[in-house]
């Protein structure tokens, strides 16, 4: 199996994990996260990204959140904000778990698909990153975001807030295929 593959093979094991903890969230709460506004959704990235900084530091978690599980929550936050970037906040719920997860996959597939193209023009780079570089790079692309969001959306030479989404789902995925392969 060649490097690609297997890459590609990860890729989908990963996320099936966060699909299913994304359904069955939904299960549990609804698309209540239709209401965040792009804010909202990065700051939750950003507390994500905090959390796992802060255990990468000190080896300690006072409230139980692991590592691997806030990457997960980072892939779905990620996916999550892409969807609203599209779609635009609602103020009550406006989807069905059915059509919220049709998104999910649509917005996976996409970052499958960046993901590859990447992976060519790059070489699998990431794997040579440390776990500690990877969610430094979540760090720096959310608060890009925040910066973008803070000039309304709008750049003037770099990408949009579209593009970090997705970077920050792939990395967050590279850093949880770090760790499936630890085990």
Request: aromatic fraction near 8%; include cysteine.
């Amino acid at each position: 199996m060649s490097t690609c593959e297997n890459t590609e093979r990860q890729f989908d094991q990963v996320t099936a994990k966060c699909r299913t903890i994304f359904v069955d969230k939904m299960q549990d709460y609804g698309p209540s996260w239709r209401i965040f506004r792009l804010q909202g959704i990065t700051d939750q990235l950003y507390i994500k990204v905090c959390n796992i900084r802060q255990r990468q530091e000190t080896g300690i978690s006072l409230v139980g959140d692991d590592i691997e599980g806030n990457l997960r929550a980072i892939v779905n936050y990620g996916v999550m904000a892409i969807i609203q970037e599209r779609k635009g906040y609602v103020d009550a719920t406006d989807m069905s778990t059915e059509e919220a997860t049709k998104l999910y996959d649509k917005v996976i597939e996409e970052a499958k698909e960046l993901m590859t193209r990447k992976n060519h023009d790059y070489g699998e780079a990431w794997r040579e990153m440390s776990k500690e570089g990877i969610v430094d790079m979540i760090l720096a692309k959310i608060i890009r975001i925040k910066n973008i969001l803070s000039h309304n959306g709008k750049t003037i030479a770099s990408e949009g807030v579209d593009g970090n989404y997705f970077d920050i789902i792939n990395y967050a995925i590279f850093d949880l295929i770090h760790y499936e392969s630890l085990k």
